[in-house]
């Protein structure tokens, strides 16, 4: 644990004491966004410290040219860059000339930073002297509206408690921004043009290379004691910015108040030439409820929202923070609402890893979401990569497969390979079996088969073919084997018969002429318009079947485990209690060739396959992979943790079991990987949810039933949660003597706990 600062609280995120050293990090902890758009928590007024600028719009992004020392063929053109958009949340305050600059005050006190999670809200208040000796009391609140999601508001109140004061508010649009993140340090937006009518001001800007037109905008207004002024104001305008600035004179004791709502259009999703007409609307819109009346439509937004999602749990408050946090900003990343859109490993809170669509989603978000929301969100989750089928055949075809084989893509804005790196782009192949056990999951949890018949069974066959084409035949061994791969354990590379992957493309292929046999069956309409398109043959499947029984997989008859691939016996082994905290994180103290000769594990790589395939193998099993393995687990991937906790609770091992939930659910907010001021891990939130639904809670299917093994850490009174399964809302409530299951519906579903039937009826309450 290294982040102390963050005070215990159900609700919020709080930060008291302003030390610069740690405003990075707030800034990505403290982050805001809807959907549609998000930024980390910058301060509004100028700050001349260090500081991380990030406003991003959700689809918006550069395709940066590779850098590498040497090219190599196949390599991805370019490394897709979540672009920093054009920052609209700026106010320069200036008190008596002087600006007010929190790095540069005589003094700051009473320093405060809150993000209410509860309604959706971040708010900063401090008293500042400044270096003419003027002290001001400030509070900002601002928020970014789920309900009409292009726009964002801010109040900022600024009150001189020593002497009257010249305060001088300049309310601005900025579009001379840099990513932190660019290969080139290339210019990523052209400005079209700046204008500005009455209180509004707008900039419209073109991306390079991508064309997206976006329009920023902003609408402010100034307030004295609450009452609403009339005033003139200067108008300054250049190239790529544009402010307002407002003079008053203010009263020792009084309150000045800048109002200002801010936000974005896009082509994406208005006429290129309307933008700023639809900024106008959208501006006069809210300026019309106001910001209380907005504030008001957020908190009612937030609770619906909390309703479905929110996890209670009783007698720890640090593990009831860190659950929310993570629900939290899983909803301010990806709500469902645009199916174009997917889930960036970073969301709007960083740049790194480009914002890029991963095999996270398929593994770790969609079952948050299945359970969380209507199960359409995510069906749309699964179609994203539907839409991009014709780009993975692209992209395996560039490496030489044939026939339709199908490579998804490791990182992905549009489907296509943007990813630099060759042992993750070239080799993780292993992504395609989670997006294949998506498929699966989905029909498993929600019982709606529709998607295989109408979308996934095309991706299924894409997929199948190219672990077909991928295994090649060992007259040696007489298997079949996948040779130079990376695993999930990306601390492994060029590995040879990585356990994990070749089980799930054994699995793909098995599973996708299961699913065949059935479409044939019961859809046969698709059937023939699916066969038809792919032109898959009986001769095909026989490759296929042949491929799938003969699978090689690397076994220890010693350890009577199965090996994370050829040779980890070879490699000293040496576990990670015995090594010392001063090498630890291993990726920041040793080189990568070290880290490749040690059996340091990064994250869940055989027991990855133990937690997709969980019932292929007996408890027994199960113990034993996890006794061999987690000694060797240094987590330090944000997807490592949850797994772990999934499956030392299946073990019964709660102490450990709560530790690594712990460690999931705060890995950002008491950044245990040193990296939290680059961003959150959002994708690994999702594995949060499940430490609790699936490990606590022990939530399974089970011959196509919902199954619960409930347990309870020693820390907690008790926990709560809901799922939507199948169109039923189940809520349960866990407590050390008994569990608690109520059903909102319209009809009666069995389950099984503790592999016993339990009916419970339409909105009814059981208590087992």
């Not at 035949?473 to 492994?492: H, R």
């Not at 319209?746 to 016993?756: C, M, Q, T």
Request: include cysteine.
């Amino acid at each position: 644990m290294n982040n102390i600062y963050i005070q215990p609280d159900n609700w919020s995120i709080i930060e008291e004491g302003f030390e610069a050293k740690r405003v990075k990090s707030s800034e990505s902890l403290m982050s805001l966004g809807n959907g549609a758009m998000g930024q980390r928590a910058n301060f509004e007024e100028h700050y001349s410290g260090e500081t991380f600028q990030g406003s991003y719009v959700a689809g918006v992004y550069y395709p940066d040219k590779t850098r590498v020392g040497w090219w190599k063929n196949g390599y991805p053109e370019y490394f897709a860059k979540v672009l920093n958009a054009p920052n609209w949340i700026g106010i320069n305050v200036t008190i008596n000339g002087e600006s007010l600059d929190l790095a540069k005050c005589n003094k700051v006190e009473n320093f405060r930073r809150e993000l209410n999670m509860k309604e959706g809200w971040l708010s900063r208040s401090f008293t500042a002297t400044l270096q003419n000796f003027i002290e001001v009391k400030v509070e900002t609140k601002r928020f970014l509206s789920l309900e009409i999601d292009e726009i964002g508001a801010i109040e900022y109140h600024v009150t001189p408690l020593n002497n009257d004061a010249q305060i001088n508010f300049s309310p601005y649009l900025d579009n001379g921004i840099t990513n932190e993140d660019s290969n080139w340090d290339d210019k990523f937006w052209d400005v079209l043009s700046v204008n500005h009518e009455d209180e509004q001001a707008f900039i419209v800007s073109r991306t390079m290379k991508t064309n997206f037109y976006v329009c920023t905008a902003m609408q402010t207004q100034v307030s004295l004691n609450g009452k609403i002024l009339e005033q003139d104001k200067t108008v300054n305008d250049a190239i790529d910015t544009i402010a307002f600035t407002y003079q008053n004179q203010v009263t020792k004791g009084d309150t000045i108040t800048l109002t200002k709502f801010g936000g974005y259009t896009s082509d994406r999703n208005h006429d290129k030439n309307e933008l700023i007409t639809v900024a106008k609307k959208t501006l006069n819109q809210v300026t019309e409820l106001g910001f209380n009346t907005l504030l008001e439509q957020q908190k009612q937004a937030w609770a619906k929202i909390w309703d479905m999602a929110d996890i209670t749990i009783e007698g720890d408050v640090a593990a009831q923070q860190g659950i929310r946090f993570n629900i939290f900003q899983l909803n301010q990343t990806y709500l469902g609402k645009d199916a174009r859109l997917n889930i960036g490993p970073k969301g709007f809170t960083g740049e790194k890893y480009g914002g890029s669509t991963y095999w996270d989603t398929e593994a770790y978000c969609i079952p948050f979401y299945m359970a969380t929301k209507d199960q359409q969100v995510a069906k749309s989750l699964l179609e994203y990569r539907y839409h991009h089928l014709e780009k993975a055949i692209e992209n395996a075809e560039k490496l030489g497969f044939t026939n339709g084989a199908a490579l998804y893509p490791m990182v992905t804005m549009n489907g296509e390979e943007c990813h630099n790196e060759w042992e993750i782009t070239f080799e993780e192949i292993h992504r395609n079996g989670a997006i294949a056990f998506a498929i699966f999951n989905y029909f498993r949890y929600t019982g709606d088969f529709s998607y295989i018949p109408e979308k996934g069974l095309e991706v299924l066959i894409g997929i199948a073919r190219f672990w077909q084409q991928r295994a090649n035949f060992s007259e040696a061994k007489n298997k079949y084997m996948i040779l130079g791969v990376t695993g999930p354990n990306e601390y492994e590379n060029n590995v040879n018969n990585n356990w994990y992957t070749n089980y799930i493309a054994k699995w793909c292929i098995d599973y996708t002429i299961e699913t065949l046999a059935k479409v044939k069956e019961g859809y046969s309409d698709d059937y023939s318009r699916i066969i038809g398109k792919t032109k898959l043959t009986d001769n095909e499947l026989d490759l296929w079947k042949e491929v799938a029984n003969n699978m090689y997989f690397p076994f220890s008859e010693t350890k009577n485990v199965y090996l994370q691939q050829d040779g980890f016996l070879d490699k000293e082994l040496i576990t990670v209690e015995n090594l010392p905290k001063s090498q630890r994180p291993i990726n920041q103290k040793w080189s990568w060739d070290r880290i490749l000769r040690s059996p340091y594990i990064k994250q869940a790589d055989t027991l990855q396959g133990f937690y997709f395939f969980e019932d292929h193998f007996t408890i027994e099993e199960l113990e034993r992979h996890f006794d061999f393995y987690e000694p060797f687990t240094v987590h330090e991937s944000s997807l490592s943790p949850c797994v772990h906790s999934i499956q030392a609770a299946k073990l019964g091992r709660m102490d450990q079991a709560y530790e690594f939930y712990l460690r999931t659910s705060r890995l950002d907010l008491d950044d245990y990987n040193h990296e939290v001021e680059e961003g959150l891990h959002i994708t690994s939130m999702a594995g949060t949810w499940m430490s609790i639904v699936e490990g606590f809670g022990g939530m399974r299917i089970v011959n196509d039933t919902l199954s619960f093994e409930p347990k309870i850490p020693a820390e907690w009174n008790g926990y709560s949660f809901k799922v939507n399964f199948r169109n039923l809302i189940l809520k349960i409530h866990v407590t050390k003597s008994e569990t608690k299951f109520e059903l909102e519906g319209h009809r009666d579903l069995e389950i099984l706990v503790n592999g016993k039937a339990v009916t419970i009826s339409a909105n009814n309450l059981v208590t087992v």
